[in-house]
């Protein structure tokens, strides 16, 4: 009875651990795309593009920010503006109300 038990625990925790896994690589690695390449060349030198993707914004604050940082001084054409917002709200947007 107990080792059942015992065997039915170490399972549930060996998939525990394969989900933090999961979620760990994902931070490290964020989705591939034109948008994350831009973020990189572009808007990496004053800060980390960790720092950019950390946080989450709806689409109106993604433009905010976007064009907040460009004056700043990033460099974007009205167009790699467009792919970049794309990709933030793709992959780092929150739903309108759900904003932190
Ligand atoms: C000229 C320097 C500079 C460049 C280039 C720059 N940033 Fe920033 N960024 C800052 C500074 C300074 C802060 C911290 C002050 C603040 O929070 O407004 C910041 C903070 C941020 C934050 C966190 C604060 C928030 O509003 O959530 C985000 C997100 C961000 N930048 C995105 C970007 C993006 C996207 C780009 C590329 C288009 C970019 N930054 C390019 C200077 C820059």
Redesign the pocket.
């Given at each position: 009875m107990l080792t059942k038990n015992l065997s039915r625990l170490v399972l549930l925790l060996a998939a525990a651990g394969t989900c933090t896994m999961a979620a760990g690589q994902q931070r490290t690695a964020p989705p591939p795309g034109p948008g994350l390449k831009l973020?990189n060349e572009?808007?990496a030198?004053?800060?980390t593009t960790a720092?950019?993707l950390r946080?989450r914004?709806t689409p109106e604050a993604w433009r905010t920010?976007?064009r907040l940082?460009?004056d700043?001084?990033?460099e974007?054409s009205p167009s790699e503006e467009k792919v970049?917002i794309n990709y933030l709200n793709t992959h780092f947007g929150v739903r309108k109300g759900k904003q932190r």
């Open positions: 973020i572009r808007c030198f004053c800060h720092q950019v946080v914004k920010t976007v940082m460009v700043r001084g990033a974007l970049m």
